[in-house]
Nanobody
């Protein structure tokens, strides 16, 4: 019911690509803004990308030209396409959902369990 399930993480070399997916119930995706966050070792959680109910998107400056966020509510799936990955992208990535908040702050109500992405130099 109130669950967000993430997949697609793994290990990749610098310059490689990965696609993260996040699926959940209709309750979590219908009329909900969605976001991607990450937590690197020794650092606080930071917002990476977000997509609103109306399709608006926003990105952190560090990933603006490399990552693409999208959603397919018919499949109840949120995506994060990550290209030209760098070692500094290594982190646990989380998806999040909220009916009210849209942005890159950690103000979302529902959170996934996290998915590890490791980029080797």
């Amino acid at each position: 019911q109130k669950q967000l399930l993430e997949s697609g993480g793994g290990s990749v070399q610098t310059g490689g690509s990965l696609r993260l997916s996040c699926t959940g119930s209709e309750y979590l995706y219908t009329n909900n803004h969605m976001g991607w966050f990450r937590r690197a070792p020794g650092r606080e959680r930071e917002g990476v990308a977000a997509i609103a109910i109306d399709g608006r998107v926003m990105y952190a400056d560090s990933v603006q030209d490399r990552f693409t966020v999208s959603r397919d509510n018919a499949k109840r799936t949120l995506y994060l396409e990550m290209n030209d990955l760098k070692p500094e992208d290594t982190a646990i990535y989380y998806c999040a959902a909220d009916a009210w908040y849209f942005g890159l702050k950690s103000d979302y109500v529902y959170w996934g369990q996290g998915n590890q992405v490791t980029v080797s130099s």
